[in-house]
């Protein structure tokens, strides 16, 4: 079968922009609500989820063809909670930090709707290439999402980004950039999770409806200029069409 | 539909279900003595925050109490009094939790009976859905002695509620175990 020319790349970004899972189909909202108090937690939990995205892209593409639609949903159930099984596991015993900071949250990746429906939406109807970078856009989508979300909340709710503290193989460093004493601990609490979100989505929506305003009013002056044009051409062929009668 | 379709469907599944349980075995095999080995030294870890330069004498497993589930006979404090760690597991419908928790000998006044008080507590796993609101809400300021340990009301009260019950557990079991004529 023919392939558009650049599909790969537009597939890939696909999943960071136009169908980012969490700020433009609004999936995955509840571990992006819960792990994002700090940057550090919420490259561990974007990081983890991409895993368990692509890995099981990856096998439920390969089976597509084996998985008839009778067992569709229990097989992929158990494929992705293979998956968070393994990882859950991994993460216990070589990243323990990461490991307590997200808690009930790695389990969760199970029931995460973005894992499900890429798998059912996507890996089951197309190639394993192609699966492998629809997940791997998806999971780079969703982790930039949290990863935004998370700066906004360690910034406001701590006045400063701590790393190391996660990851404790790289060392301790703590950026103190609002000066103590003026953070908003609120946007550490979930009602500051919250609250980024919406203004984040309003941000979104606000961008989105501006772009589309500007390409309305470019597509009326197209018109405009075009019937003009017309206009402007249909009097001249008059006016010659009178010039050539006055001969 | 035909009694191949049927097959093949099912053998598909267990083949399905068959890989995952293998693979999750060797994962096992691969990753639980490292589990474990950060378990002992998040134990240890948690032992010392609780009773700062305590050696451990003695420790087993103990049965018949509704959360605790191993204990750790310190060395005495200065005092004379002695000093244990109950490691006590319990779940609720947010979520497992296991803890440590720090119980010292002390002797009601006017009398020479024999007390045993909660000093502090030490968060080995916490997989409660509420887990970070029940530190910093409930945990710390209990460890911090700003909170009473009945005042559960902190955000995530049927966790607050768990622990309380947990602690009070981990008392019981250390005056069934080690009460003694003074």
Known sequence: MAREKGYTKKNFLKGIIAENPLFVSILGTCPALATTKTVEAAIGMGLLFTIVLVCSSILVSLLRKLITDEIRTPAYIVIIATFVTLVKMFTNAFLPELYSTLGVFISLIVVNCIVLGRAEAYASKNNVFDSLIDALGMGVGYTLAIISMAFFRELLGTGAFTFGKIFTFIPTVKLQIIPKGYEIMMFQNPAGAFIVFAIILAVIAFIKNRKAELKANLEKQEKIRKAQEAKAAAAAAQAQTANGGDK | ?182
Not at chain 2, 15 to 40: F, H
Not at chain 2, 137 to 154: A, F, K, Q, T
């Open chain 2, 1 to 182: 539909m035909s009694k191949k379709h049927y097959i093949i469907t099912a053998v598909t599944l267990g083949l399905i279900a068959a890989t995952s349980a293998g693979l999750i075995g060797v994962a096992n095999l691969i990753t639980k003595d490292k589990i474990a080995k950060n378990e002992y030294n998040k134990t240890m870890s948690g032992i010392s925050a609780i009773f700062e330069g305590a050696e451990i004498e003695k420790e087993y497993a103990v049965e018949d109490f509704k959360y605790a589930n191993y204990v750790y006979e310190l060395s005495e404090d200065t005092m004379g009094y002695d000093r244990y760690i109950f490691k006590t597991t319990g779940s609720n419908s947010y979520g497992k939790i296991s803890l440590l928790v720090g119980i010292k000998e002390a002797l009601a006044n006017d009398a020479n009976i024999q007390t045993f008080v909660f000093t502090n507590l030490y968060v080995i796993t916490n997989e409660q859905s509420f887990a970070t609101t029940l530190v910093d809400n409930y945990i710390d300021p209990l460890n911090n002695g700003e909170r009473d340990i009945d005042d559960v009301s902190c955000s995530a009260t049927y966790g607050a509620k768990l622990i309380r019950d947990m602690v009070n557990d981990a008392k019981e079991a250390a005056k069934a175990l080690f009460t003694e004529e003074k």
